[in-house]
């Protein structure tokens, strides 16, 4: 099958200023063979009737109505009323590059089942690109190049969202989007890493990010850090954590008390280390903070890293080089 259907599945909400350059960037595509499940998410704007203009002379459009509440519910009935081989995903706020759709689908051709295909993203954005948006962007596209995404999953989102496309039954397998669990796109990521599905090496940029205030990655609830701390944490413990070795928590900021929390309430036990000389020697939560080298008192421990600094996660990573200790088997950075 060369010419398989795409099923492109975009919630949208109150994006009536993005949602035509959206669609013409859709309707655009090099590849023709696709069909776009998008689904108003309780929009009070223009946006519905701005979209069934579109859906009126362009049949490949088919505009529905959450019946449900918020994103998850949304996707959840797109995919419903998909029929496409192929599933992918878009924002009505981005732009896809006019090629997207075929050299996504060309690399899965190519590869087979049990694969994502992905592709470089670019940030824009009216108001300029902050630094860390800037450094994120970097720090993905590398990533994305080697298709060596999953080897930082637990620092940040390591698929780019929403350039990906994978087989329908290996959307199926993951369960996509089936739990009530933001942030959505991450928890996603996680799926695919959990099932094995292997990224495929892409370099080029296929996805423009528009960035802007009031966009819901910057504003919403669900996207704060607690959730993503949240997700991570989860997917460790169900996935990489081994119950017969330690943990140990490396770091005493925000993001180390708070999993140092989660894991008192579910009555898992670890040690925790730091080089913060102030709080050495002292106690959190009941629980001592030791010195990072007290590491090498602890047998074959499982270390979660907290800390966010690039400099010091170079000098703990060579840490653990010189103690012969592997990432995503010995240590994982939470950061």
Known sequence: MQNPLISIITPFKNTEVFLSDCLQSIIQQSYTN??????D???????YPLVSNFAKVEPRIKLLKNDGVGIIDALQLAFKNSTGTYITRMDSDDIMHPDKLQVLLTSLLENGKQHVAVGLVKYFSDEGISNGYARYER?????TITGSNYSEIYKECVIPSPCWMLHRDDFITADAFNPNRYPEDYDLTFR????????IPCNQVLHQWRDYSTRTSRTHEHYAQNYFLDIK??????????SKRPITIWGAGTKGKNIAKALIEKEIPFYWICDNKKKIGKHIYHQELHNFDYLKQIENPQCIVTVANAEAQQEITTYFDTHKM??????????
């Open 34 to 39: 696709w069909e776009l499940i998008i689904v």
């Open 41 to 47: 998410d309780g929009s009070t704007d223009a946006s």
């Open 139 to 143: 720090w993905l596209n590398d990533l």
């Open 192 to 199: 695919f890493y959990k099932h094995n599905f292997k990224c």
């Open 233 to 242: 944490l989860h997917y460790f413990l169900a996935l990489d954590y081994d």
């Open 326 to 335: 592997k990432p995503m088997t010995d240590y994982f950075f939470f950061c």
